[in-house]
């Protein structure tokens, strides 16, 4: 058996860390990882109206991209938000990033 793996989620208001937690690999797949920075994106940063708009039709009045999620592939880290944003990243027991397998 392999060792640990875990998602590291960290949340950032400029350069100060408002948010942080490890969890193991398994517990999330990569959809519910990019549907988690989204609500912890939302919860932070956005109003009622903002959040509907992220959610509206493409390229209609009201659409946005406030919670467009991102990859950072060279760092394989998902990223969601400007200010404050959302990362989540696949770690090791040591805390260092690594290329993640294929989830499930």
Not at 23 to 37: A, M, S, W, Y
Not at 52 to 73: C, E, F, M, P, Q
Request: glycine share 6%; with cysteine; proline share 5%.
């Amino acid at each position: 058996m392999g060792k640990p793996l875990y998602w590291r989620i960290q949340g950032y208001d400029g350069f100060e860390t408002i948010f942080k937690t490890r969890v193991k690999l398994g517990q999330f797949t990569e959809d519910q990882i990019k549907d988690l920075l989204r609500a912890l994106t939302a919860k932070a940063s956005l109003t009622f109206d903002e959040i509907v708009g992220a959610y509206a039709r493409r390229r209609t009045k009201i659409a946005n991209d406030l919670l467009h999620v991102h990859k950072d592939s060279a760092h394989s880290t998902y990223m969601c938000g400007s200010n404050p944003h959302f990362a989540a990243s696949v770690v090791d027991a040591d805390n260092k990033i690594i290329k993640p397998p294929p989830l499930t």
